[in-house]
């Protein structure tokens, strides 16, 4: 029989084949204490003004438009940054650019019924007040 190397390691001899273990770890697991990847803060500013943007309405001269396109803009930059570096919060700049993008169409919708409400009303008014007084 050939004797193990002199730098080999040595199985204890209380302990039989098969029934190894592995070590095991004495440090609890913490996930609070996990690194977490940073937040681009154009992702977070392109989500607060797309929420904000729908009660920016109410303020005058900044309006909710204003602040649905500071959330579109703001988003796709920091979509672009975070591309490049790597950061998160992509998902965080996608709500904000879609927060923004439908803001801006609700605008459009009430702006177009509300033409077409003056319009129709004001063409049935004076077409009924052209007719009545001829």
Do not use: C
């Amino acid at each position: 029989m050939s004797s193990p190397e002199p730098g080999a390691p040595q199985p204890p001899s209380t302990q039989i084949v098969g029934q190894q273990s592995q070590p095991s770890t004495v440090v609890p697991h913490t996930p609070h204490l996990e690194t977490h990847v940073k937040t681009n803060g154009l992702a977070m500013v392109s989500l607060a003004t797309g929420i904000l943007s729908y009660l920016g309405h109410i303020i005058p001269l900044i309006g909710g438009s204003t602040l649905a396109l500071i959330a579109i803009v703001t988003g796709y930059i920091a979509r672009r940054q975070i591309a490049q570096s790597g950061e998160g919060g992509k998902d965080v700049a996608t709500i904000g650019i879609i927060l923004g993008a439908i803001n801006l169409v609700i605008v459009v919708l009430i702006l177009i019924a509300i033409f077409f409400i003056v319009f129709v009303l004001g063409i049935g008014i004076l077409g009924i007040a052209a007719h009545s007084s001829g």
